[in-house]
């Protein structure tokens, strides 16, 4: 049997404890929300490109990834297009924005020709912001 000692006393008591069990379960939430919007976020294009030893700069929320394959083709994003609607497809793409910087990825395999071919296409279709994207090596040789 319990007994309870009542003072008569009606001041509320403090309770010096902090539940912590919603924040949790908001944390795993936001975990299995992240965990599979994580892999939506990436472009999808295999590619093998070659190291650079210069400073990482910060990636823009939205970034444009032209791609040239190891078989030539481009691909904007995920899709591949045709290298004669490349300016229509940057223009959708950045929503008309031409100062938008466009990040031109290309297989080690492809000759500079058809790289610098790529760069030209950009210039021809009004985009002069080009970043070139390189792994990261991992020492200077």
């Known amino acids: 049997m319990a007994a309870r000692l009542d003072d008569g006393e ?7 404890e902090i539940n912590v069990t919603p924040f949790i379960d908001v944390m795993l939430v936001l975990l299995i929300i992240f965990m599979v919007a994580a ?10 490109l070659p190291k650079s030893t210069a ?4 990636r823009p929320d939205k970034p444009i ?3 040239v394959k190891a078989d030539h083709t481009l691909a904007l994003g995920n899709d591949t297009v045709a290298a004669d609607g490349l300016g229509a497809a940057l223009d959708q793409a950045s929503h008309g924005d031409k100062s938008t910087r466009i990040f031109l990825r290309a ?3 492809v000759p500079y020709e058809d790289l610098m071919g790529a760069m030209d296409r950009l210039r ?9 994207v390189a792994l990261e090596q991992g020492g200077a040789h």
């Open 107 to 109: 297989d080690k395999t």
């Open 39 to 48: 892999p939506l976020a990436t472009v999808d294009v295999a590619v093998e």
């Open 65 to 67: 990834f032209l791609t």
């Open 124 to 132: 021809a279709a009004g985009y002069l912001k080009v970043g070139l």
């Open 10 to 16: 009606d001041d509320l008591a403090e309770a010096h």
């Open 55 to 58: 400073q990482a700069t910060p």
